[in-house]
């Protein structure tokens, strides 16, 4: 089975599914033991789903192993968004993305790792154990989504994560474990069920080891909802059929120039030399400026840190998660409460969040970064009404090892978002694909387009990639 | 000094669903807890679903109180934690209300409405043994989370107590015609007050109930007054109503304001309120009571009053009163009977028209047996009460009663030989005697009677 299924694309092994050629069953009897070892390696879940619920009727997901962070709702599965004051937590519903894996023939095979509320870039903050790099076992996985990225890069079968980012969690885990990670436009998937950490900004998308792969994850979990206010009417697409025989012919592509400031060198010369392999494939390159890059960090801080202290409050051990006995009055209680379950920067983003939104700093910092977020959209419009995309490294760094990361300050921390916060907080797609190592470390180059544009980025991935795998 | 009283007025709009999920807002005789989801429990992962016929109620109340409507409109969350609070965030109305810049006129005191927004209600908290300030615990019932609330903000303009109550009624009674709320449940207005008269402005949180809105203002303006004297200061701070003891008691010192920590609600898109709409709601707005009134005097030639007293008392009344006068054209006799008897016999039942056993058909019944003089107006009075009671056809409780009842002769009779000495003076011709006679005969028949007809038997038997 082992052989059968290792180099399979997922559309494949979905087909082979079908006609049945390969027995799912089986197959299943058999991942348990591998994703028990892999568990073990590299920690990738939260939790493991023994004996996962297999499709009853066919679909174009049927049969695929699927992962899920943890941070979206599963009904009758622990779901914790990596943080113990949700240690217990078992929601009653499937966040619509989960049920259209599901009603798509998809198998929920586990809970990925993540930052607790996917606070963080490097999936340390966790209230778990902290998911190591296949690449490199002493090195980051990325965050917030590190366990999907993780499991990405180590499954020996074919696999798609259902991963989220708010300001760059997708891009991050999959430029530090060599996969694809989709970012899609903000609305583009429902948000019901996923915890919220920054609602304005958070969006559910997808990382797997391949470009088409993870088009197809997005094909499947797309489209409007109506229990998501705030998701988008527009049509949804086929978007694998972008990854195939696709051109970049006349496609215009711009290379921000303030997205290569203070970036390891080596990355900046691999970004390049892919630029111009695709300028080879007739796409018109330009460099371009987008000035306003310098404030995307702080107001992009300041809204999400608003937004999490508020979507925060509502836990403390009442209702549901982590509980004690009753002991003192309403406030000792919760307070007792959100001491022990939240994490070390859970806090910090509380007391900032609730700093920035307070009566007199109110308008010099939550208000104030609402309208630098306006200018920051309406800069990279401007730039799209000329340009198809533009292209940027993912990271400014390899995969930092484990005792790197310990001696970052916060705000260092804070800083190696820099690159994926802007067309995040402009809800604009990106995609991140691997374009080769550094110190047989992976590097990330990320494709940015336009609203509702992902069509173009997967289009310009995917000759990235053929010509990585020179063909 | 001259007081100053501003309103926060929370009205319960009564749209079927809450105001973020599809839960029923109907769950006042459900076992707690039931009529709730993952949306207005705040379970993680969910997202609110605004319910746009409570914007629609809304603006209906906005435009009754002359508010501008906003084209555009915004819900934040307003934070603080609190056990009846879901989500430890409210989700209301901060920068742009639906509604502002409005008015209500009391006699001739024009009050200023800063505001008029929508917002979700939080749980009840039912104090397990005692009050507040007694219980050791308490119990939340999320039924009642989410429900849909007005909050509308006053101007200090209000000058008494006195008008504080009128405020109030009249904004009861004009929400009662525009059909957005229901007048007859308990706490479908809970109302915060601000009242300042020398020094700093006092907050009274929470109050239910129009006649205690009066009376914890009027303990509040008594006891500031009563600090000036002494020349005490007035702190600001925010007390609570003592519905037993009638009196108000410190809840904490205000030294700043309230720090809620506002920001956009970004689960929920900004609200577009269309001019086409707003002209749509306009136009199926019903005639509301100031208006209706007036309309009533001159049409039916009834008292400004009269006319006044039927239409605040409510929308079931005044369309009761109409039908009748469909029916049966004698306006002055349905008003004079419906405001003195009919409505005295409801409030001691504590029933509204719309829900008593009285019909429009069967108290025009009644009506006419007055106008046609088979029963006297004393016997009427009588009649009305079991008629209420019972919903019975008047003229079938004519009947009973009087079967009831020994004739009038007989009556008379007894009371004759119980009392010679008065008939023989009767005879006579003194006045008091006479006087004396009916008075022993109107006790006697608990006032059904006659005093005409007494006279006319009495008459009659000296022919005897």
Known sequence: MQLITKNLSAADFVSNSINGSIDISEFYGALNEKLAIIQKKYAPFITIIDNPELPKKHGALYGLPISIKDCICTANIKTTAGSKILENYIPPFDATSVKRVKENGGVIIGKTAQDEFGFGTFSTNCAYEIPRNPHDPNRSCGGSSGGAGCISAAADFPHIAIAESTGGSITAPAAFTGTVGLTPTYGRVSRYGLIDYSNSMDKIGVIAKNVYDTALGLTYISGHDANDTTSSNTKSENFEDYAKNSTVKGMHIGVPKEYFDNIDNRITK???????????????????????????????????????????????GLRYGMQNYVDGNFSEYFSNIRENGFGREAKRRIILGTYARAAGFRDAYYMKALKVRRLIIDEFKERFKHLDALIAPSMPIIAPRFDEIKKLTPLENYNMDKLTIGPNMSGIPTISIPIGTIESMPIGMQIIGDHYNESKIIKIAAVAERNLNGN | MAIKIGLEIHCRLNTKSKLFCSCSTNSQEKEPNKETCPICLGLPGYKPLLNKSAVEYLIKMGLAFNCNISEESYFSRKTYFYPDMSKNFQITQYEIPIATNGNIHINDNEIRIKRIHLEEDPARIVYANGSISTTKYVLIDYNRAGAPLAELVT?????????????????????????????????????????????????????????????????????????????????????????????????????????????????????????????????????????????????????????????????????????????????????????????????????????????????????????????????????????????????????????????????INNIIIENPKAFDEFKLGKKEALQFLIGKVLNATGKRSDPKEIVNILNSMLEK
């Open chain 1, 270 to 316: 691999a970004v390049m030399d892919n630029v111009h392999k695709l300028e080879n494939d007739g796409a018109i390159i330009s460099e371009v400026s987008l000035k306003l890059t310098q404030y995307a960090l702080p107001s992009y801080y300041l809204i999400a840190m608003s937004e999490a202290s508020t979507n925060l409050a509502k836990y403390s």
């Open chain 2, 155 to 411: 101007e200090p303009d209000i000058k008494s107590p006195k008008e504080a109550r009128l405020l109030l009624e009249k904004i009861s009674s004009v929400l009662d015609y525009l059909g957005i709320y229901d007048p007859s449940k308990e706490a479908s207005i809970r109302v915060d007050a601000n009242i300042s008269s020398d020094g700093e402005r006092v907050e009274i949180k929470n109050i239910t109930g129009f006649e205690n809105v009066e009376k914890a203002l009027s303990y509040e303006e008594i006891r500031q007054k009563g600090m000036s004297r002494m020349n005490k200061k007035i702190e600001r701070e925010t007390r609570h109503f003592d519905e037993t003891t009638k009196m108000t008691t410190a809840m904490r010192k205000k030294e700043y304001e309230e720090d809620y920590g506002y920001i956009f609600d970004p689960d929920l898109p900004l609200i577009n309120i269309d001019k086409n709409w707003v002209e749509k709601i306009k136009s199926s707005m019903p005639e509301l009571p100031e208006k209706r009134a007036q309309r009533m005097a001159t049409q039916y030639s009834i008292d400004q009053y009269d006319a006044n007293v039927i239409v605040y008392t409510g929308r079931d009344f005044a369309d009761f009163f109409e039908s009748c006068i469909k029916k049966l054209n004698k306006p002055k006799e349905i008003s004079k009977w419906m405001i003195n008897y009919l409505l005295k016999s409801l409030n001691w039942r504590s029933e509204r028209i719309s829900n008593s056993k009285v019909t429009v058909d069967r108290f025009i019944e009644f009506i006419e047996l007055i106008d046609n003089n088979t029963i006297t107006e004393r016997f009427g009075k009588e009649l009305i009460k079991e008629f209420v009671d019972s919903g019975d056809s008047p003229k079938g409780l004519v009947g009973k009663i009087s079967t009831q009842t020994k004739p009038l002769n007989e009556v």
